[in-house]
């Protein structure tokens, strides 16, 4: 027996099982990756979900977020202080999931169902009036989005032809 052919021999199988060992930890990230991006979104949907279970959970703050869609400027300082607070945690929820979006690790249709939704708050008079004088607190790619263009439907006129 030639101690080199079998030294030669493995070495190639050495070299194989290197090679199969990198494809198999690619798919193990790939399948890791696809698992934490779905965490997160699963996260920034349910923290979102949770801000406007929040919201209306109680009549006074179904009121305050009916009241301040319809005009900013009517509310009171503290209706606008709650106001405020409930349009600043769900516009960056989904700033965030904006700039995942544009990263590819969010899924682009429970973007879309998602940019419908706060493109349909944002054009409401009271939201145009809050997001003008609050706006810089975002970065300049989700202003942008936002001030772009207008959803076509008004929140709070489809909210009150419902009721």
Same mark, same amino acid.
């Given at each position: 027996?030639?101690?080199?052919?079998?030294?030669?021999?493995?070495?190639?199988?050495?070299?194989?099982?290197?090679?199969?060992?990198?494809?198999?930890?690619?798919?193990?990230m790939?399948?890791?990756?696809?698992?934490?991006?779905? /965490?997160?979104?699963?996260?920034?949907v349910?923290?979102?979900?949770?801000?406007l279970?929040?919201?209306?959970?109680?009549?006074?703050?179904?009121?305050?977020?009916?009241?301040?869609?319809?005009?900013? /400027?009517?509310?009171?300082?503290?209706e606008?202080?709650?106001?405020?607070?409930?349009?600043?945690?769900v516009?960056r929820?989904?700033?965030?999931?904006?700039?995942?979006?544009?990263?590819?690790?969010?899924?682009?249709?429970?973007?879309?169902?998602? @940019?419908?939704?706060?493109? @349909?708050?944002?054009?409401?008079?009271?939201?145009?009036?809050?997001?003008?004088?609050?706006?810089?607190?975002?970065?300049?790619?989700?202003?942008?989005?936002?001030?772009? /263009?207008k959803? /076509?439907?008004?929140?709070?006129?489809?909210?009150?032809?419902?009721?």
């Amino acid at each position: 027996m030639n101690w080199d052919a079998v030294g030669a021999v493995g070495e190639v199988i050495g070299a194989l099982a290197v090679v199969f060992t990198l494809i198999y930890l690619a798919i193990q990230m790939k399948q890791n990756t696809v698992a934490v991006n779905q /965490s997160a979104q699963q996260s920034m949907v349910a923290g979102t979900g949770a801000v406007l279970d929040s919201i209306f959970a109680n009549p006074q703050g179904a009121e305050v977020w009916v009241n301040g869609l319809e005009s900013w /400027s009517s509310l009171t300082k503290a209706e606008k202080a709650q106001f405020a607070s409930i349009m600043h945690h769900v516009m960056r929820a989904n700033e965030q999931a904006y700039l995942s979006f544009c990263a590819g690790t969010f899924d682009p249709q429970i973007w879309l169902g998602m @940019e419908t939704a706060i493109r @349909e708050v944002i054009s409401s008079p009271g939201a145009q009036e809050w997001w003008s004088l609050r706006k810089h607190w975002y970065c300049e790619a989700f202003r942008s989005l936002l001030d772009k /263009s207008k959803a /076509s439907m008004n929140f709070v006129d489809s909210y009150q032809d419902t009721n």
